[in-house]
Nanobody, 115 residues
């Protein structure tokens, strides 16, 4: 059974850091892509960053140089290190994967950045 569980969110001051985790089960992160998205109430969910199974990483322009994806094979977990956080980074962060043609989402973790 495919499952994604996010954790690591919280409340920080602008300029602070958080590391989000996306623990995957039912598939291998070394094969399937993982993407991070965020959503603010009233807005559409937006793509933030992603990593393919072979390790190719991409980031939305506004987080380049501040956010970094990493992976732990043993834990089958993908991380999103977020540094120099800004108030506009506030939102619920979700991870997603495509497995056998189907999209799976975690339940999300809240990130709040105070100015």
């Amino acid at each position: 059974q495919v499952q994604l569980v996010e954790s690591g969110g919280g409340s920080v001051q602008a300029g602070g850091s958080l590391r989000l985790s996306c623990a995957a089960s039912g598939f291998r992160i070394s094969i399937n892509p993982i993407t991070w998205h965020r959503q603010v109430p009233g807005d559409q969910r937006e793509w933030v960053a992603g990593v393919t199974g072979d390790g190719s990483m991409t980031y939305m322009e506004s987080v380049k140089g501040r956010f970094t994806i990493s992976r732990d094979w043993a834990k089958n977990t993908v991380y999103l290190q977020m540094n120099t956080l800004k108030p506009e980074d506030t939102g619920v962060y979700y991870c997603n994967t495509l497995f056998r043609g189907r999209s799976y989402w975690g339940r999300g973790t809240q990130v709040t950045v105070a100015s």
